[in-house]
């Protein structure tokens, strides 16, 4: 492989990773104050508001079933409204975080509903606002959980990254793509997808790591 | 164990409470507490027991407000709980400590962390939290723990860890829902024991929800039985042990005294006489009359033999409470004469039926 290629590799690499990092941030900022939201907002909870949790909810669902690729194409005029442009590195990031932000949201709902409804009963009978239920016990205690889904959702991030390539959104994908399929060079397709296997690997095995230090509910963790 | 009267200040009280729940899709509605009038008086232990779904856990949750009434007055330290508003009722809720069944500590946290979590709520500056949490840790013998999470620890040691953390905001009322019912008969022993100790030494006034016998005759001064929603029997613990009036109350009262027919014996009784069949004869002890030779005095008079099926005696409130079953080898007539005699002596005298 020439050093032209590699030095594209790299780059490419460098790409998907700020394309990744910067809609996880942006999309665990709106997906995780929702996923709260989800998790504390229907008849009897916390923060009861049974009608917009069932909208929100909806809007949620429709996010998540609409397919990414189309996702991407549909919300061109927003991407190009908030990035300036619809192509390149930057202009992915709108649609991923768009893309991330609901399925952060139901992962952390799930990861909250986990924690045991016997503690916030506790924390109401020592005089707890609802908000300080949610500080104090259900997001510390939902920690282990919360970083196992934002891991989940950081691993298909790297998914969909490659597939903004498609679209002319830069990154590993838009390499693979245009060098590996269009110009028919295997060995950029391999090392395009073993460089994306050991980033979802090195994700994973970070996640796992963080979460298990979290985890306090076994002994000698 | 003193017995307190009514004469005590009220802590707690209950005016014609009742709570219901409106019905729901798949079920209809629940009455869980149906009219309760009760009096907790200041520095008590007082037990409430009942089977599960008798309403004791809804009864406990409408103290601290986690349930509102739906009639009546639920009155706290003068406080009427039913009136406050949102912030005054978490307010009202600092004085008010709260101990479970499954302990519900964090497991994030640590001891000391899950001991200071009440502070923390309550706004208490952080400096001096410390000075507050190391002397409870001490007070429950778990100034060692001090660093551990509630995974390392075993059941009563969470439970010791759950009333720390209950005392934390120095409370006039300490609740306890079912907090022994996880724990195996030792350990529940000593977490009654801890209860008792800080009851004596702050004064501090205790209410109980249970399903055990063995728990109220252990911590309690007074008891109030519970079933379908209602308080059906109330009084000192010794008064209820010594003449409980209800079926429900002499059922628990039996789990303790032995009073309750062994599974085995049921399965052998017969309802009516033979010639050969034994009378089967259920005689109870209760306080005063526990310690008269009555069965031997009962051989010398009659000429009669009798066969002790099964025994026990146990201490409430410093009186032995005790329950014989016995058979005898008798006529109808002579039964009647022997059980006529037994009744005269004060003891509670049953036939039960006959063995072959």
């Given at each position: 492989m020439s050093p032209e290629l590699i030095n594209m590799i790299l780059w490419s690499t460098l790409d998907t990773l700020t394309m990744v990092a910067l809609a996880g941030i942006f999309g665990t900022l709106a997906g995780l104050p929702l996923g709260i939201f989800l998790a504390t907002s229907?008849?009897?909870?916390?923060?009861?508001a049974p009608n917009v949790n069932r909208i929100v909810g909806l809007v949620v669902n429709a996010t998540r079933s609409t397919p990414f690729i189309i996702l991407v194409v549909a919300i061109v005029p927003l991407t190009r409204l908030i990035?300036?442009?619809?192509?390149?590195t930057s202009a992915a990031v709108v649609p991923l975080t768009i893309a991330a932000t609901p399925f952060i949201a139901r992962v952390i709902e799930g990861a909250i509903r986990e924690v045991d409804q016997g503690l916030v009963e506790a924390a109401r009978a020592f005089g707890a606002s609802p908000l300080q239920i949610v500080w104090k016990v259900l997001l510390p205690e939902a920690m282990p959980a919360v970083t196992l889904a934002l891991t989940l959702a950081t691993v298909s991030l790297i998914g969909y990254s490659a597939m903004v390539g498609a679209v002319g959104g830069g990154g590993l994908g838009d390499l693979g793509i245009r060098y590996g399929y269009q110009r028919f060079m295997p060995e950029v397709m391999a090392t395009v997808v073993a460089v994306l296997i050991c980033l979802v690997q090195g994700v994973q095995s970070l996640g796992d790591f963080i979460s298990r230090r979290l985890d306090k509910r076994t002994r000698h963790s | 164990m003193p017995i307190l009267d009514?004469?005590?200040?009220?802590i707690i009280s209950f005016d014609g409470v009742s709570k219901i729940f409106p019905s729901r899709k798949d079920s209809a509605e629940v009455k869980?507490?149906?009219?309760i009038d009760l009096v907790v008086p200041e520095g008590a232990i007082v037990g409430v027991i009942g089977k599960s779904g008798a309403g004791k856990s809804t009864l406990i949750r409408l103290i601290n407000g986690l349930e509102l009434p739906t009639s009546g007055k639920v009155t706290v330290d003068g406080l009427d709980?039913?009136?406050?508003?949102e912030r005054a009722l978490r307010q009202a809720r600092r004085s008010i400590g709260m101990i479970f069944q499954h302990f519900?500590?964090?497991?994030?946290?640590?001891a000391f962390d899950n001991i200071a979590l009440p502070l923390e709520i309550a706004g208490t500056p952080r400096k001096d939290i410390k000075g507050i949490v190391e002397p409870l840790l001490d007070m429950v013998g778990l100034a060692d723990k001090?660093?551990?999470?509630?995974?390392?620890?075993s059941g009563g040691q969470k439970q010791r860890i759950g009333i720390a953390r209950a005392l934390a905001t120095k409370p006039k009322v300490l609740l306890s829902?079912?907090?022994?019912?996880?724990?195996?008969p030792e350990t529940t022993a000593q977490i009654i024991a801890l209860l008792r100790q800080i009851n004596a030494e702050l004064n501090l006034t205790i209410l109980f929800i249970t399903h055990e016998m063995s728990v109220v005759k252990k911590l309690a001064q007074r008891v109030a039985v519970m079933e379908g929603g209602q308080i059906i029997e109330q009084g000192t613990t010794y008064e209820i042990f010594s003449k409980p009036t209800h079926a429900t109350t002499k059922r628990f009262v039996g789990e303790v005294t032995g009073g309750n027919v062994p599974e085995w014996l049921q399965r052998k009784l017969l309802a009516d006489y033979a010639p050969g069949r034994q009378a089967v004869i259920r005689i109870a002890f209760t306080g005063a009359d526990?310690?008269?030779?009555?069965l031997s005095r009962l051989t010398r008079t009659y000429g009669v033999d009798f066969n002790i099926m099964h025994g026990q005696i146990e201490y409430v409130a410093d009186h032995p409470f005790g329950t014989l079953i016995a058979s005898v080898a008798a006529e109808p007539e002579l039964q009647a004469r022997l059980i006529a005699d037994l009744t005269a002596t004060c003891n509670t005298v049953e036939h039960l039926g006959y063995v072959a």
């Open positions: 229907r008849a009897g909870e916390l923060f009861p990035a300036g442009t619809s192509i390149g | 009514q004469q005590g200040r009220a869980a507490v149906d009219n709980i039913g009136s406050l508003d519900n500590l964090l497991s994030s946290r640590t001090r660093d551990r999470y509630p995974a390392e620890l829902d079912e907090a022994t019912s996880a724990l195996d526990a310690d008269e030779p009555v």
